[in-house]
């Protein structure tokens, strides 16, 4: 797994290495908070139109590329 980002409008967190439980009991995971620089690169891939996402005029939902 790589890791996720969760964004909001305030701030965002990485979930590393992803959503998934760990394969063994002591594994733990990192959620470390995003910097304002990095956030504001991550939203910038979010916005419509942008080459990593693409929104769908059938559903309202986001297209991963």
């Known amino acids: ?3 996720r980002d969760l964004l909001t409008d305030r701030g965002g ?3 590393d290495p992803g959503w998934d439980e760990g394969e063994y009991s002591t594994e733990t ?3 470390l908070l995003l910097t304002l620089t990095r956030w504001e ?3 910038q891939r979010c916005k ?3 080459p ?3 929104m769908s005029s059938e559903k309202d939902v986001i ?3």
């Open 1 to 3: 797994m790589h890791p």
């Open 13 to 15: 967190i990485q979930i």
């Open 29 to 31: 995971t990192l959620v």
């Open 41 to 43: 690169q991550e939203m």
């Open 48 to 50: 419509l139109g942008s």
């Open 52 to 54: 990593d996402f693409a």
């Open 63 to 65: 297209l991963i590329e």
